[in-house]
């Protein structure tokens, strides 16, 4: 029986995952590494590589875990958002899964409030910095002031560590979310599809 790290090779597993699957180790087979694996994307990834039979066999599981996924993303995201919450509500209650209008609208509308969002962030981002140059300028002033003048070309420096510290903490702030997001998506699809389904 093949390791986990073959599996991965033959079946062109990324990078990331490969020397996840190697450090798993040696003996591990690729049903070890479904049940450790902590992203729901790289499970669905890995489902999908199985042979049609096995694929046909638990399709129906995969469809309501991904189900499961998209209706918590929902309620988390489209139904907060004025633009998306009529077609979030109509898509929870099944009334209107399909492609259509209202969703291509949604997804426009969603866009383009994400759109906002971000330049907001930005003109925030703008505003924090402009204010991290006028404290470190007045800072710079003050310690002239105070005859620090060893102190005083410091400030700036200091600032610009600061802001560029704080948009590095907000960064691997979103990006915590989002692995925090795929391990709950991998627990969901664990609990419709348990174990590793094996080839036939």
């Given at each position: 029986?093949?390791s986990a790290?073959e599996?991965?090779?033959?079946?062109?597993?990324?990078?990331?995952?490969?020397?996840?699957?190697k450090?798993?180790?040696?003996?591990?087979?690729q049903?070890?590494?479904?049940?450790?694996?902590g992203?729901g994307?790289?499970l669905?990834?890995?489902l999908?590589?199985?042979?049609s039979?096995?694929?046909s066999r638990?399709?129906?599981?995969l469809l309501?875990?991904?189900?499961?996924?998209?209706?918590?993303s929902?309620?988390?995201?489209?139904?907060?958002?004025?633009?998306?919450?009529?077609?979030?509500?109509?898509?929870i209650?099944?009334k209107?899964r399909?492609?259509?209008a209202a969703?291509?609208?949604?997804?426009a509308?969603?866009r383009?409030?994400?759109?906002?969002?971000a330049?907001a962030?930005?003109a925030?981002?703008?505003?924090?910095?402009?204010?991290?140059?006028?404290?470190?300028r007045a800072?710079a002033?003050?310690?002239?002031?105070?005859r620090?003048?060893?102190?005083a070309?410091?400030a700036?420096a200091?600032a610009?560590?600061?802001?560029?510290?704080?948009?590095?903490?907000?960064?691997?702030a979103?990006?915590?979310?989002?692995?925090?997001?795929?391990?709950?998506?991998a627990q969901?699809?664990?609990r419709?599809?348990?174990n590793w389904?094996?080839?036939?």
């Open positions: 029986m093949k790290y599996w991965g090779i033959d079946h062109g597993s990324c990078s990331e995952a490969l020397e996840q699957r450090a798993l180790g040696k003996n591990k087979t049903s070890d590494w479904y049940v450790a694996c992203r994307d790289w669905i990834w890995q999908r590589k199985l042979e039979l096995s694929l638990i399709l129906p599981d309501k875990a991904i189900e499961a996924i998209t209706i918590r929902i309620k988390n995201f489209a139904l907060t958002c004025d633009e998306t919450k009529n077609w979030a509500e109509q898509w209650s099944g209107d399909s492609e259509s969703a291509r609208a949604a997804r509308a969603a383009a409030a994400w759109t906002a969002r330049a962030r930005a925030w981002t703008a505003r924090a910095a402009a204010w991290a140059a006028r404290t470190a800072a002033r003050a310690a002239w002031t105070a620090a003048a060893r102190a070309p410091w700036p200091r610009a560590e600061a802001a560029a510290w704080a948009a590095e903490a907000a960064a691997s979103a990006e915590s979310a989002a692995w925090a997001e795929r391990k709950i998506q969901d699809i664990r419709f599809i348990p389904p094996e080839s036939e």
